[in-house]
Structure formats: structure tokens, C-alpha cells
């Protein structure tokens, strides 16, 4: 594939979160990993606040349009009572049925205990999957503790980076160009 849009949509209230840096890292990783030479393109809610409730925000409208328009997506969540934020869920609700059909997702979830490391496969995943995104691999989960580590030689991103890249660039290589 020559040139994808790579989105990271994060689902943050607060803006410049830690769960808005994991997620562009993330982002970053796997742009590499597809070949692509766009720049990622963040879509951070904490921008939007109570807007995403409003359907006549125009601006919420084309955060959806971009998120819509990713071949590669990451959707970001710090986990908020066990599961991801209300802010994010009301965002994806804003959008048809099989939204996201074509586009390949990576669930990412914060959390600050390993007790909730189930969280993106249990919750984010499925709404992701219910709006026909392709997942093709397993979830990240990061530990607020680790996040110092992104970007060195013990980074976890690039650990699930290592495992999952060639899946994800073989499912993004095999998709029909978008027109």
C-alpha cells in the first residue's frame, strides 16, 4: 500500500494526556509499519468537550469524517470505571452503522493497575467490531507506571509493535484501495 491516512483518536476528557501521547506513539509505530509517508493525524476529544453531544456541532461532524476516513486507526481510552470513557462512547455513537467498514483498528486502553488489563478487549474492542472495523490483533493495554518508558529501548508500544506489525501491515496490504 503507498500512502495511508494513519488517525489516532483519543478518547481523553483531559487535553495533552498521557493516553493522547500513548496513542500517537502508537500511531507513529505503525505508520512505519504500512510504509506510509502521511504524518498522523490525532483527533483528540478533550477538544470537543460537551459538543460531541450535539448533533448540529459541524467540528464534531468532521472529527467523525477523519475518523472515518483512516485506513489505520487507533482508538485511545484511559479506562474510567473498568471500562473507556463516556466521552469516546459518545463520539462513536455519532456514527452509521458499519462506519468503520475497510478501516483496521487498535484498541489502546491506560490504566493504572494490570487489574483492568482486560479492559480493551472486553469493552473498546467489541464497539469497534460492532461498527465493522477490522481487528486484527490483540488490544494494548498500558500501565500508567510504564508510560515513562515509550520511545526507549524498553518500550512496550514497540514490544506489541514487534508482535503485531507484520499482521497489521499484511491486513492493510491486502484491503482494496478506497476511492
Not at 470505571?81 to 463516556?86: A, I, Q, S, Y
Not at 486502553?109 to 474492542?125: F, I, N, Q, T, Y
Not at 500508567?144 to 514487534?162: F, Q
Amino acid at each position: 500500500m503507498g500512502s495511508s491516512h494513519v488517525v489516532a483518536l483519543v478518547g481523553n476528557p483531559r487535553s495533552g494526556s498521557r493516553t493522547a501521547r500513548a496513542a500517537e506513539h502508537l500511531a507513529r509505530l505503525l505508520s512505519a509499519a504500512i510504509r506510509s509517508d502521511a504524518p498522523v493525524t490525532t483527533v483528540d476529544l478533550s477538544a470537543y468537550g460537551p459538543a460531541v453531544l450535539d448533533p448540529r456541532a459541524a467540528d464534531v461532524d468532521s472529527a467523525v469524517d477523519t475518523v472515518r476516513s483512516a485506513d489505520l486507526l487507533v482508538v485511545a481510552s484511559p479506562v474510567y470505571k473498568g471500562t473507556f470513557t463516556g466521552l469516546l462512547k459518545s463520539f462513536l455513537d455519532r456514527m452509521p452503522p458499519e462506519a468503520l467498514r475497510g478501516t483496521v483498528c487498535v484498541p489502546l486502553m491506560v490504566g493504572a493497575s494490570d487489574a483492568h488489563s482486560s479492559a480493551p478487549e472486553a469493552s473498546l474492542r467489541p464497539v469497534l467490531v460492532e461498527l465493522s472495523a477490522i481487528c486484527p490483533t490483540p488490544a494494548l493495554y498500558l500501565k500508567e507506571a510504564v508510560l515513562g518508558e515509550l520511545g526507549s529501548d524498553t518500550d512496550p508500544a514497540l514490544r506489541w509493535y514487534d508482535r503485531h506489525a507484520r499482521t497489521l501491515s499484511s491486513v492493510i496490504d491486502a484491503l482494496p484501495v478506497r476511492t
